[in-house]
């Protein structure tokens, strides 16, 4: 356990380092490296946390953090899924994430070669561009919206369990899972759009593909507003 103060930094970045546990009652800004896994433990940080480790990134109590956070566990996955507080969230290497948030949610930069799911309970939206290889998902609740349209996005499939208005942007083809949205859904690519699962849209749906690319959402039980 680490308490320097909430005006005090923590800079623990050996890169040999070796912690089982970790929690940081009060400091400014955090920066932690270790050479394996590593779990955090309830921490309240002023300022931003960056940890890059050479295992898996868990936690077991909630994570509060004022400033930007910026995790690397490369080849390994992260799993924060306690009742944490981010204030904006980057990934810059990781196999599967799963972040849950009590509040509004920034995604910053982030590159993830597994599967992206992110549970909020406030609005959904981004900084930077976000690259995920597997199946991402993003659940704001029904009342809170999801706007990830930077047009350099690169995802594989989406899906939406609860959002109210939501937007997405690729930079390539889009395969939309399953999903239910109380608002309005615009989609916006360079490459095909596609579905795995059932949507339901309450408000207007907006698909762009561009001109010379697909978009083919016929299964029988979507259920759309308008189009």
Known sequence: ??????????????????????????????TISDANAIVIATSTISGGLNLTT??????????????TTTLSALGHDITLDD???????????ARHVTINDITALVLDASTISGAFTVNTSGAITQSGIISVAGASLFNAGATNSVTLDNPSNDFSSVSI?????????DAN????????????????????????GILTVTGA???????????????????????
């Open 161 to 169: 369990p609860a959002a109210n208005n939501v937007s997405l942007g």
């Open 173 to 196: 083809s889009l395969i939309l899972g399953a999903s239910i949205i109380s608002g309005a859904l615009t989609v916006n690519t360079s490459g095909a759009i596609t579905q795995s």
């Open 54 to 67: 050479g295992g898996d990134i868990t936690d077991t109590g909630p994570i509060l953090v004022t400033g």
């Open 205 to 227: 749906a907006n698909f762009n593909a561009g001109s010379a690319n697909d978009i083919t959402l016929n299964n029988p039980a979507n259920n759309f507003s308008s189009v």
């Open 83 to 93: 009742k944490n507080d981010f204030n904006s969230l980057g990934i810059t290497t």
């Open 1 to 30: 356990t680490f308490n320097a103060g909430s005006t005090n930094n923590i800079t623990l970045n050996n890169p040999a380092n070796n912690f089982s546990t970790v929690s940081v009652s009060s400091a400014n800004n955090v």
